[in-house]
């Protein structure tokens, strides 16, 4: 049985594990997230997404959502 996915970016089908993927890779930048994974580049132009995004990298990072530009 396959585990179901978590979408962070649905216009452009990005999965959370996609973007957590793309970080420990090295794009620790919310501007190279969205090129190399697509987040907040859809329909919505990430009015859907890129608070979620923020707040992840933030995670990520061990840093304040307010801390990433």
Known sequence: ????KTF?????D???EEF????REGFSELE????YTG?????CQGKGCL???A???AALRGVQPHQIN
């Open 8 to 12: 962070l970016c649905r216009c452009e």
């Open 32 to 35: 190279s997230l969205k090129r």
């Open 14 to 16: 990005v999965t959370l």
């Open 55 to 57: 707040q992840e990298l």
């Open 51 to 53: 608070s979620e995004s």
């Open 20 to 23: 957590r993927e793309a970080y």
């Open 1 to 4: 049985m396959s585990q179901a």
């Open 39 to 43: 987040v907040g580049t859809g329909f």
